[in-house]
């Protein structure tokens, strides 16, 4: 399935998570920039806040997929696309190099949060957090999501995106108390090439919609 844009795929997807969960208490987080944008349909159609969580992935010379990620409290998850053996290897072999690589990804992402991107877990407890992707080629961003979810109280996980790979529903069904997902990619190219508009603004117009919503939403 391809979409307009992001708008558009957002809207959509707010029409199926509202009716189920229109009244209740939730909160919308976007796992990117472009998931902000999906995110902001679904904040808006259910009248509640929309933040956003910034991770950074870790990557290892000559692995094809990032072995970690980081968001910026510290909230570290390995990627669970590896076993438990390749872990250990890689591990035993780059140890240092991913220690250096984690304070270097803390330093960039308290970069970004210093222009706005700060996520405030006081607005996801007791709540029904919806996590929101604009694409899940992977379960990997979930990882880390849940991770940092983990020690905060939440009423219920849902995961909603447009489009995901068929390993990334995988990972919905297992990390999620509810998902949503408009089309299910055999596939998966990139998360751009499914949409025919590339409308996800510079990250300073993110976290003004961001910022807009939220004031709307304390307002309500």
Request: proline share 4%.
């Amino acid at each position: 399935m391809y979409f307009k844009s992001r708008v558009e795929a957002g809207q959509k997807l707010a029409e199926q998570i509202s009716a189920k969960y229109q009244g209740k208490q939730c909160a919308v987080v976007g796992l990117s920039d472009g998931g902000v944008m999906v995110g902001a349909q679904v904040a808006t159609k259910l009248h509640c806040v929309l933040t956003m969580l910034l991770s950074e992935a870790i990557e290892l010379p000559r692995e094809p997929d990032a072995i970690a990620g980081i968001t910026p409290d510290g909230s570290f998850s390995y990627n669970a696309a590896y076993s438990p053996g390749e872990l250990e290897d890689l591990l035993g072999e780059y140890h240092s190099f991913i220690e250096q690589e984690k304070m270097n990804k803390l330093q960039e992402l308290h970069r970004l949060v210093g222009h706005g991107g700060l996520i405030r877990k006081d607005l996801l407890r007791d709540h029904v957090v919806i996590l929101v992707s604009d694409g899940l080629s992977n379960g990997f961003s979930l990882d880390i999501a849940t991770q940092f979810l983990k020690p905060i109280h939440i009423e219920k996980l849902v995961i909603a995106t447009p489009l995901a790979s068929v390993p990334a529903v995988d990972r919905m069904h297992i990390l999620g108390d509810d998902i949503y997902c408009l089309s299910v990619v055999e596939d998966y190219i990139s998360t751009d090439h499914y949409y025919d508009t590339q409308d996800v603004p510079a990250h300073e117009q993110v976290v003004k919609t961001i910022e807009q919503i939220l004031t709307h939403w304390k307002q309500q």
